[in-house]
């Protein structure tokens, strides 16, 4: 089964290997490859998942296609690559993507449909998430009345931070934090609205924004607001299954969730070194990556 850890092109250097993605810088453009890599709690695990690089890819195209009528994204071509990429088509084919420059906000733009993670343990603490104020008595998993809003900081190093709308508009400006709110949370209910017929819940996920890397050297302008890295994967969203559903714990889940509550049960620090993952939960990962993609996108993956 063929895996790609990272990419290695003759002469060509990355400009930057992120924690799953490696980007190649093209002028105005970018190369963003999705390699098989996994994160988990922000350290970069040994074991690759075969297919998880072309997962994220073509699930994020999908979603990109299927609400490009609510917001501009980034991507250029999938198919296409410009020299000397050209000589690398078959590396790249399935989990690559061509896309426009933008500088990209300074915030995590997270909407929650549902209490959970971090908006579980805040909610526990505070009664509220990102400083919404929420109805008592809510268990682990319960539909939250209306989706939320909960932006978050990027953090360089260790864990992002939980931030208010408040503080969020502080960092990119009050018409941006408006806009993005908007756009994330309409794209939100257009995902559910997809996702549940089919059988799949949409807990919560996280997008990131940008604008053109050419206009915002001169300003930032919500018009010019575009969506970019990922779109509503299983790296960057909670997908639980709809018939095995049931408030009050954890929940049965279509992403890398199934590998953190391993590393949780195995009582690995949360520091690097990450453990290797043993066949099983690579292959139940893969088998996971996969199904989440045939559920939405509704064909096997190429």
């Not at 190093?157 to 806009?179: C, M, P, R, W």
Request: net charge neutral.
């Amino acid at each position: 089964m063929k895996v790609l850890r990272e990419t290695q092109f003759a002469g060509l250097t990355p400009a930057v290997r992120g924690k799953v993605r490696d980007v190649y810088d093209l002028g105005e453009k970018l190369l963003i490859v999705a390699t098989d890599r996994l994160s988990a709690f922000d350290v970069i695990l040994p074991t690759p998942i075969p297919d998880k690089g072309r997962v994220l890819t073509q699930l994020s195209l999908y979603w990109f296609h299927l609400l490009k009528d609510v917001v501009p994204n980034h991507v250029v071509s999938a198919t296409d690559f410009p020299p000397p990429f050209d000589k690398f088509k078959d590396e790249l084919a399935g989990r690559s993507m061509v896309v426009q420059k933008t500088l990209p906000l300074p915030i995590e733009c997270v909407v929650r449909g549902y209490v959970s993670g971090s908006g579980w343990k805040d909610y526990r603490t505070t009664g509220k998430i990102c400083g919404i104020p929420l109805p008592a008595g809510l268990r682990e998993s319960d539909r939250l009345p209306e989706p939320i809003f909960t932006p978050a900081t990027k953090a360089a190093t260790g864990h992002d931070e939980n931030i208010s709308f408040e503080h969020a508009a502080s960092l990119v400006g009050e018409e941006l934090a408006e806009k993005v709110r908007g756009v994330s949370l309409e794209i939100y209910r257009r995902a559910c609205a997809h996702a549940e017929p089919r059988g799949v819940i949409l807990a919560d996920t996280k997008f990131e924004f940008g604008i053109l890397y050419h206009r915002a050297r001169d300003r930032a302008a919500a018009d010019d607001l575009m969506w970019i890295d990922e779109a509503l994967t299983p790296d960057s969203s909670r997908f639980w299954s709809a018939a095995h559903y049931s408030p009050g714990g954890p929940q049965a889940s279509f992403d890398k969730q199934f590998v953190r509550d391993y590393l949780e049960r195995m009582q690995w620090p949360k520091t690097p070194p990450g453990p290797e993952l043993p066949p099983e939960i690579v292959e139940a990962t893969r088998a996971k990556y996969r199904e989440a993609y045939r559920i939405l996108a509704g064909r096997e993956l190429d």
